[in-house]
């Protein structure tokens, strides 16, 4: 029978759906009171490192998949799981529109004159102006990745006739994208585009890649925002952008590191607009969240495979 | 033959499509240096009360028709304009992506936790949290107007799930619109809704109608949004209900009066956003607007009728 480590809450409907299914369900009360060995666990739904680092360095682990409640999962031990053959499923999907409407909010802050206004509060400053008032049918976006975030993303901006391009690892087309290019020859796409949005996952092949070199390449950009992950982005590299005018604002939700740091340079420059890595929170979680459990654990039961939302190990999404 | 006043700026194009009609375009210096006479202008293209006041207030003008730049037009002297049966025409219809795009930044700015990140600034006090972290799925909204610029906000909120009432002055169906209420039956729309937004025109039937007794019927609602005008809020009203949590946010992009004083009590609440009347800002907008002033002209100048954007004066919209 399998033991299902609920890290992430589940109702009593959902308790009841998943013990129909003939899957057990211990939480970490029953592990900490020795009820259940951390070796019996066969399926954690969550991680926190607490908990679940004692299951899966068990020495006689049974852990067979870890159904994550995020979509990026670098915060995994991933080169431990992939040794151990353990099975990956990601919460992909779920924070799409979350961090679309956060995208939109950034675009608009800068666009519609909320940040102007923000600037002239302390002065109680009211003038019927603001720098950089645009209608978005007037701007140009591009996006580095085209997955689920960017595609909803896309069909957003595509709704407010901006025109999208998108970048992924072949340039493959994709969904509400007007085009795309790939990660190794985007610079046409980039081009053309006032807004700059970096989606991808934190990876050993996005980290640093906007960097000195990658601003350089900008002229006179509107807006770069970041709700891939802080380490995609050197932070002396982008702050140099804005002090030579190469792109004149930045919305960053992620930074390197988390939590930044009170002497960080980016606080001090009112160019940035820094919200703390909430862009992809949702409300209801556990039940957003639930269906691809569900899913996933009706061919587990049954075949031992995952349907849905399986991260590829080696590329780290 | 007509005299068109050209306050708006045409360019040569424009110019020369608007000649090409039979029209003469007249501008503010010819009047000034006396090689035009305020008598003679037959059409205005614009509103600017130096240059339009003297025109309208000549002893023999014969002036028929304005072409507005706004869609409200409560800056003009109506019941003069109607008593010499003038006929206006507003621009209705150029401003709504840009409100609703404002709308929709004022609404992700509180719901996607940059608000809650502005307040921590000042402390550098970077913390994965933030107030009221909502996907727009988990919201309704109710608009006061169905209009233009409420019928594009309705379209982009109902593309994000969220739920769409309208008030007009019937309840009669409009565009994308899941229901609608007359404006002396609304209160079972309100009841669900969390945000409320105010698009409504400045006229005597929209003064102070978001008094104490309308905020007296809020509980616990997440937003009022006011981009119609200044004169519909009673702005102790507003600040009674921020008090009393009946409301917990407010975005005012037009306030009364305007500009706003530095000793205004709107100023000291943190829970206000203000923004000085810049949500219908439009770039391009001689572009945009020509298009209106061009569908009318060519009735204009066969029949002495406009065809389109015709402003009932005694309704002051």
Redesign the interface.
């Known amino acids: 029978m399998e033991q299902l480590l609920a890290i992430m809450p589940l109702s009593e409907q959902q308790r009841s759906t998943v013990r129909n299914m003939g899957v057990n369900i211990v939480t970490a009360d029953d592990i900490a009171r020795k009820q259940v060995a951390p070796d019996d666990i066969t399926i954690m739904y969550g991680w926190n490192a607490e908990i679940s680092l004692p299951v899966l360095k068990a020495p006689h682990s049974h852990l067979k998949w870890i159904q994550t409640f995020s979509a990026g999962v670098d915060y995994l031990p991933l080169s431990e799981i992939a040794q151990h053959h353990i099975v990956v499923t990601n919460a992909s999907g779920i924070h799409g529109?979350?961090i679309a409407?956060?995208i939109?909010?950034?675009?608009?802050?800068f666009?519609?004159?909320?940040w102007t206004?923000?600037q002239r509060?302390p002065e109680?400053f009211?003038?019927?102006?603001?720098d950089d008032?645009?209608?978005?049918?007037?701007t140009s976006a591009i996006i580095f990745s085209t997955g689920h975030i960017a595609v909803e993303t896309a069909?957003?901006l595509h709704?407010?006739?901006v025109y999208v391009a998108g970048v992924n690892r072949t340039g493959h087309p994709a969904d509400n994208f007007d085009e795309t290019y790939a990660i190794d020859d985007y610079q046409k796409g980039l081009a053309k585009a006032d807004i700059i949005i970096n989606v991808m996952p934190g990876t050993p092949a996005t980290t640093g890649f906007f960097n000195q070199q990658f601003f350089d390449q900008l002229d006179h950009k509107l807006l770069f925002i970041n709700v891939g992950r802080g380490s995609s982005v050197v932070n002396d590299a982008l702050l140099n952008a804005l002090k030579q005018g190469r792109v004149k604002y930045a919305a960053l939700d992620v930074?390197d590191p988390?939590?930044?740091p009170?002497d960080?340079p980016l606080?001090a420059n009112d160019h940035i607009?820094?919200?703390?890595?909430?862009?992809g929170?949702?409300?209801?979680l556990d039940t957003r969240l639930f269906p691809i459990l569900y899913d996933n654990l009706k061919t587990f039961v049954s075949t031992g495979l995952v349907s849905r939302n399986q991260v590829d190990l080696s590329a780290g999404y």
Chains 1, 2 share one sequence.
Do not use: C
């Open positions: 529109p979350a409407q956060a939109l909010g950034y675009i608009f802050y666009t519609r004159g909320l206004a923000e509060r109680r009211w003038e019927q102006s603001a008032l645009l209608v978005a049918d007037e069909r957003l709704q407010m006739n930074v988390e939590p930044l009170k960080s606080w607009l820094l919200t703390p890595h909430v862009s929170v949702v409300d209801h």
